[in-house]
């Protein structure tokens, strides 16, 4: 079984900057494919970075160069570092992880934190 637990959601004035973390409770970094993704209010769960198990990276367009993912290996982290945040990136951030890429992309994965929520304030 693998636990999930985000955390460094919280309230931020557009163009500013948070990290989400993603604590796991076993070594899943390299061996899964893991992603953030976001709920906004009304809208549907929607991911916006996925991290494959070769360390490469996919971004949502509405993300690109703004949002950064990346895992700690040591700690079993991953991170996601939000950049010139605007007030759409609002919404609840979820991470998630699978051993299938399709599923991470298409938000079926098997495993799913509790998610943080994060606030963007013009």
């Known amino acids: 079984q693998v636990e999930l637990i985000e955390s460094g959601g919280g309230s931020v004035q557009a163009g500013g900057s948070l990290r989400l973390s993603c604590a796991s409770s076993?070594?899943?970094?390299?061996?899964?494919?893991m992603g953030w993704f976001r709920q906004a209010p009304g809208k549907e769960r929607d991911w916006v970075a996925i991290i494959n198990r070769d360390a490469s990276t996919d971004y949502a367009d509405s993300v690109k160069g703004r949002f950064t993912i990346s895992r700690d290996s040591p700690s079993n982290t991953l991170l996601l570092q939000m950049n010139s945040l605007k007030s759409e990136d609002t919404g609840m951030y979820y991470c998630?992880?699978?051993?299938?890429?399709?599923?991470?992309?298409?938000?079926?994965?098997?495993?799913w934190g509790q998610g943080t929520q994060v606030t963007v304030f013009s």
């Open positions: 076993t070594d899943v970094l390299g061996r899964f494919y």
């Open positions: 998630a992880a699978d051993y299938r890429r399709d599923k991470v992309e298409f938000g079926r994965p098997d495993y």
